[in-house]
């Protein structure tokens, strides 16, 4: 690696008594992002070839205008249902829900859920929301993102379990509000990094799904879940984590490393002008990294080329969060960071070049679930 590497400097993780989790065997997912660049048919095969090794579920990122992500989950549910009678559950993490209307999104979402029989998971974030760039674009006011999120977890739940709605809240008024759908209640899952959301999601949510963690700040996040859990009086282990673990397996590890990195920056660097104490910059920091990041911020506010940062990214930061590399060393870095932890790891996909489906076949065989996350 470049001698440009910036040295690592550790901070420490707010004291928290951390939590582990101790269950039965963690559920195993394929996370296939639509920056891979497949065709419909290649994800078809991709998912059948998932299910065939024995994976368990899979799950994807949504934008607002892009590929209906709901098509896309039945076309990926359907397509394992050759290999495993029922198919392979399917989820997102996340979808954007700002860019959603309430009704909408729990109407698409419990339609998907009864064709599925019960398949679907529900993961919603708030996406660029915090950004006035994107309110502006959608045309949406400005409502405190953790009150916005509890709107939308509390009256999505409500119309799951078959209720009329009749709430106000900061940022929702609806009433009157009842899904026409008889279907299996959908499973809400809210993206959470920081102390409040995390709190809010052990109080309302069906599960947490965070994101580019390390093996510690997961036991520090599950503490904060379960104060929230036992404010609404109920059992932490009732609320299950389902998390991003990616994975850029090449035999070129150099490549790897850099397709690895170009992702990572592109959450963990603060936009110019933008605070440095919320989102994916705030979670970074508290894992230990902000002196590094502002650094290479600083270099970038100064014209450095986005190359230069991501051969300057330590490689003891992209492992602590994921995997780049050859096959071989797949099976154990997703142990580590798995093991114990999660009710749910999901191998994230990365491809050092786009529209690539033999080496997003070969990754998926490499981290079979056999592997690491049973027994």
Not at 179 to 202: F, K, T
Not at 225 to 241: K, L, M, S, T, Y
Not at 297 to 312: F, Q, S, W
Not at 316 to 344: C, Q, T
């Amino acid at each position: 690696m470049p001698n440009s590497t910036v040295a690592p400097s550790r901070s420490t993780i707010p004291p928290r008594r951390a939590c582990r989790y101790d269950g039965p065997d963690m559920r195993a997912g394929v996370g296939i992002d639509p920056r891979l660049g497949l065709s419909r048919d290649q994800q078809r095969t991709l998912v059948k070839e998932s299910a065939e090794l024995g994976y368990d579920s899979l799950w994807t990122p949504a934008g607002v205008t892009g590929r209906s992500i709901f098509q896309t989950c039945r076309d990926w549910w359907e397509a394992t249902t050759g290999v495993v009678a029922a198919g392979l559950s399917v989820g997102t993490s996340v979808i954007p829900f700002p860019g959603w209307t309430v009704p909408t999104l729990a109407a698409e979402s419990a339609t998907l859920n009864e064709i599925t029989a019960g398949k679907f998971k529900l993961g919603i974030g708030l996406g660029a929301y915090p950004s006035e760039a994107f309110r502006k674009q959608l045309g949406l006011p400005y409502v405190p993102p953790v009150a916005f999120t509890r709107d939308y977890v509390h009256a999505l739940r409500e119309l799951f379990a078959g209720k009329s709605l009749d709430y106000t809240g900061k940022g929702l008024s609806l009433h009157g509000v009842q899904l026409g759908i008889n279907a299996p209640a959908v499973p809400v899952y809210v993206a959470a990094l920081g102390p409040q959301m995390l709190r809010l999601a052990g109080e309302y949510a069906d599960g947490v799904t965070p994101n580019w963690c390390s093996a510690k700040q997961i036991e520090w996040m599950r503490a904060y879940v379960a104060e929230g859990a036992r404010r609404a009086g109920r059992a932490a282990d009732e609320i299950p984590f389902a998390l991003y673990i990616r994975v850029c397996i090449d035999e070129d590890e150099e490549a790897a490393r850099r397709a690895f990195a170009t992702q990572l920056l592109g959450y963990a660097l603060a936009r110019p002008g933008t605070p440095k104490d919320t989102g994916y910059r705030a979670h970074f920091a508290r894992m230990g990294y902000d002196e590094i990041l502002s650094e290479l911020e600083a270099r970038r506010d100064a014209g450095t080329p986005m190359a230069e940062l991501v051969d300057a990214v330590p490689r003891e930061l992209l492992l602590e969060v994921g995997y780049f590399g050859h096959a071989r060393g797949a099976a154990d870095a997703l142990k580590r960071l798995s093991h114990n932890l999660l009710e749910e790891a999901m191998v994230r996909l990365i491809t050092v070049r786009p529209g690539d489906l033999q080496a997003c076949l070969a990754a998926v065989g490499a981290c079979q679930p056999g592997g690491w996350a049973r027994g």
